[in-house]
Every structure is written in structure tokens, then in C-alpha cells.
């Protein structure tokens, strides 16, 4: 589209059209017949995409950090051990918010870059009795990439509920909830999921719903409560109206459009398309000598990417050129580091000619900065992996 920038930050990412149509058309009552349907059928979508035949979901109006809030808040009660397993920026919010509700929060860190080990995890949940961890399964903050399935085994052997922050994952990253047994899997919709930002969007396992309904003390947080949007979510699925705050209407039917395509995509390969323009972008990337922020490549997103700027290039002028050059990026997020490195989103409906024209400008901003490196040669080694 003439005079429309590509945004390629890690959201708001770009929209499908049928999404942002149904973002646009005549707002339905909370309590119609169609809306019903619609809400009922993206519950069940849901289920679909986060591969959680049991889970119950919950769709919320509110951002990403609501998701977050409200996993916790519903779980813990005060003097509850939490531990948090952080890789960046993210996981530091996490433990800000289980503190803010009463919470022994223990937060195991790593370099910038790196992971925590399974060894140091499992040497922490075997000291004392965990309530609940969180991991964050992409930080974007650091583009690093964490593994949950072995973390969510920690948590069954030690009888501790496992969160998933999957605000950068969903519908990106595989997820296979139920078979690697994790109890919450959160996200919102302005990433991989592919909605305009304003949904939360959280899927609850049976045992951890079962250590909700089995709380001594209430939930500290009257809009977040799962008392009063359980029955809600279980109206909408049964396709009965029901109310207790006005859902996000046309956000909601968005939603609809937006699972039924990632799921006619089909997840795995959605998977493999996210996978394979990542690594297209990585190596564009190191082929033109820039420095990633994740320490190893089995380690770094297939949602984002973080790359620190080339010595004797400056980033506020670098990313003005590549703005210049109708490509919106993101800067850095970690405070520690927050000059030294930017960030590409590469996520949901993104394609090889967004990563293709994303690595032009990159390219041609590289010499405007008189950056010296061989031209064309980040988008002839990302055309060969794409063409693989
Ligand atoms: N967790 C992660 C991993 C995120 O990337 C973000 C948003 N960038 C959040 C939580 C918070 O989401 P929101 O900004 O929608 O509140």
C-alpha cells in the first residue's frame, strides 16, 4: 500500500484483512445469537491452537500483562513459593506481580542471552515446596527461546502449577499444551495470534482450575477473578448469553476470523513457516556481521530476532534510515542494554517477501550509516534459505 510503512516490530504485528474487516463491521450485541456463536466458536478454536483438549479457556479484554496478572492472581494466596525462571525483561514482570499479591517469589536468572539450566531449575524446586513457577517461553526483550516441555516434566515430578507466558509464542512457537502437561499457557492478541492489540488470552488446565476452586482466600483481584468469568466462558461455549462485564465485541469476532485461519494454515505448518523465516533472518543477519543477543541458535525465537548494532554504527540513526525506507523495527527493550541492539517481530501472517523487503532496508540503512560489508549479500543468503 503507497505511503503504508511494514511493521515489523514484535507487535502489534501486521493484520490479515478479514481480520481487520471483522474489526471494522457493525458492532453485535454482547447477547446475540451470532455474537454468541462467534465467542463460543473461538473458545473452541482456542482449544485447537493451544493443542488443549482439556484446558479451559478464558478470552478477557486487556493486554498481555492482564493475561499474566490474572494466571497468577487466581493460583497463589500470600505467603505461596513462586519461582521464576526469567530470560529477560519479562520475567522480571512476572516476578514484580506475584510479589505485589503476597508471594516468596525466587527468581532464577542467567547472562543476557542465555537460559537457565534444567540442573539449576531442578536444584531450586528441590529445596523447598513450590506453588507455581513461570517460565517465559519467548523473552522479547532478548529474542531468547526456552524449551517448556522439560521445565513443565519439573513441575509434574515436584507437584509445582507451570505458567507459560506465551505472549511472543502462541501460534508461533509449538505448543502442545496438554501432552507437555503445563498448567497455563497465557498470551494477548497482538502477536502471533493475529488480532489488533487488546485481548487476553489464557487456557487453564483441569488441575490447575482444580487448585483455584480448592483456594482458603479470595482472589485479590476483583476484575480478574476466574469465580466471575468461569461461568461466563462456560455460557458462551454452551452458547447461552450470559454477562458479568461487556465483552470486547468486535475484538472477539476478529479473534474468530483470525484462529480459523491460523487453524485452515494448520498449526504445524504455521510452526514451520514462523521457523523458517526466522532462520532465513538470522543468517541475513550474521551474513552481514551483525552479533545476535541469543548466546546459541537452538536457543533464539523463530517469532523475533534481537541483533545488537554493528560497532561504529548508531542505532537511533540506523533505525531512522530504516524507517526512512518504509520499515518500521523495534529498539532495544532490556535496560541494561537498551542502546546496543534492535529487534525484527517476524511473526503470524508474515511472509517471505515482508523478511525479504525488511532485509532490503536493513541493507540499505547499513549504507547509509557507511557501514562497509559486501552489498546484497543478507538478502542472497536469506533467498537461499527460503528457496530451500
Ligand atoms: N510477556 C511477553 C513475553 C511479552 O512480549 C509482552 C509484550 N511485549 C508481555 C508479556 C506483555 O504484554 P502486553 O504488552 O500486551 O501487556
Same mark, same amino acid.
Given at each position: 500500500?503507497?505511503g ?13 484483512? &478479514? ?6 463491521? !457493525? ?22 491452537? #493451544? ?5 479451559? !479457556? ?6 498481555g500483562? $492482564? ?10 494466596e ?11 525483561y519479562?520475567?522480571?514482570r512476572?516476578?514484580?506481580?506475584? /510479589? ?5 517469589v525466587?527468581?532464577? +536468572? ?12 531442578? %536444584?531450586?524446586l ?7 513457577? +513461570? ?10 527461546l ?8 519439573l ?7 507451570t505458567? =507459560? ?11 502442545n ?5 503445563i ?18 488470552? =489464557? ?9 483455584? /476452586?480448592?483456594?482458603? +482466600? ?9 469465580? @466471575? #468469568? ?10 447461552? !448469553? ?6 470486547p ?9 483470525? $484462529?480459523q ?13 514462523? %521457523? &523458517? ?13 551483525f %552479533? ?6 537452538n536457543?533464539?525465537?523463530?517469532? =523475533? ?6 560497532? %561504529? ?5 540506523? $533505525?531512522? @534510515? ?10 532495544g ?12 517481530? @517476524? ?10 523487503? +525488511? ?30
Amino acid at each position: 500500500m503507497k505511503g503504508r510503512k511494514l511493521l515489523m516490530i514484535p507487535g502489534p504485528i501486521e493484520f490479515e484483512p &478479514k481480520v481487520l474487516q471483522a474489526l471494522g463491521a !457493525p458492532t453485535d450485541s454482547h447477547v446475540a445469537p451470532s455474537f454468541i456463536e462467534t465467542f463460543g466458536n473461538s473458545l473452541e478454536l482456542m482449544r485447537t491452537v #493451544w493443542q488443549s483438549p482439556t484446558g479451559q !479457556p478464558f478470552i478477557m479484554a486487556g493486554s498481555g500483562t $492482564l493475561a499474566m496478572d490474572m494466571a497468577v492472581v487466581n493460583l497463589i494466596e500470600p505467603n505461596d513459593n513462586v519461582l521464576i525462571i526469567s530470560t529477560g525483561y519479562f520475567g522480571e514482570r512476572y516476578a514484580d506481580i506475584c /510479589k505485589r499479591y503476597g508471594a516468596n517469589v525466587t527468581i532464577l +536468572t542467567t547472562d543476557v542471552g542465555n537460559i537457565v539450566s534444567l540442573n539449576t531449575i531442578e %536444584k531450586e524446586l528441590s529445596t523447598k515446596n513450590y506453588k507455581l513457577l +513461570t517460565m517465559t517461553h519467548v523473552d522479547t526483550s532478548t529474542g531468547v527461546l526456552v524449551d517448556p516441555e522439560p521445565i513443565a516434566k519439573l513441575g509434574t515430578k515436584y507437584n509445582t502449577l507451570t505458567v =507459560l507466558d506465551g505472549v511472543c509464542s502462541v501460534a508461533g512457537e509449538e505448543i502442545n499444551q496438554d501432552y507437555w502437561k503445563i498448567d497455563v499457557v497465557l498470551t494477548a492478541s497482538q502477536k502471533a495470534i493475529g488480532v489488533p492489540p487488546g485481548l487476553a488470552l =489464557l487456557m487453564i488446565s483441569e488441575k490447575a482450575m482444580g487448585v483455584f /476452586k480448592n483456594r482458603k +482466600t479470595p482472589v485479590q483481584n476483583y476484575y480478574a477473578d476466574f469465580t @466471575h #468469568w468461569l461461568p461466563i466462558m462456560k455460557a458462551y461455549e454452551s452458547r447461552n !448469553p450470559s454477562y458479568f462485564g461487556t465483552p470486547p465485541v468486535n475484538l472477539i469476532a476478529a479473534l474468530e476470523v483470525s $484462529l480459523q485461519h491460523i487453524v485452515s494454515e494448520g498449526i504445524e505448518t504455521r510452526f514451520l513457516r514462523h %521457523k &523458517k523465516i526466522a532462520t532465513a533472518f538470522r543468517e541475513a543477519m550474521l551474513a552481514l556481521g551483525f %552479533k545476535l543477543l541469543p548466546v546459541h541458535k537452538n536457543i533464539s525465537a523463530n517469532t =523475533l530476532t534481537a541483533v545488537y548494532y554493528p560497532e %561504529k554504527v548508531d542505532g537511533a540513526t540506523f $533505525l531512522k @534510515h530504516v524507517g526512512n525506507n518504509d520499515v518500521i523495527l523495534a529498539g532495544g527493550l532490556l535496560h541494561s542494554h537498551k542502546t546496543q541492539y534492535f529487534r525484527i517481530g @517476524h511473526m503470524g501472517s508474515v511472509n517471505n517477501n515482508d523478511i525479504l523487503a +525488511t532485509i532490503g532496508a536493513i541493507e540499505s540503512s547499513l549504507i547509509a550509516c557507511n557501514y562497509s560489508f559486501e552489498t546484497g549479500i543478507g538478502i542472497k543468503t536469506a533467498l537461499t534459505i527460503l528457496n530451500n
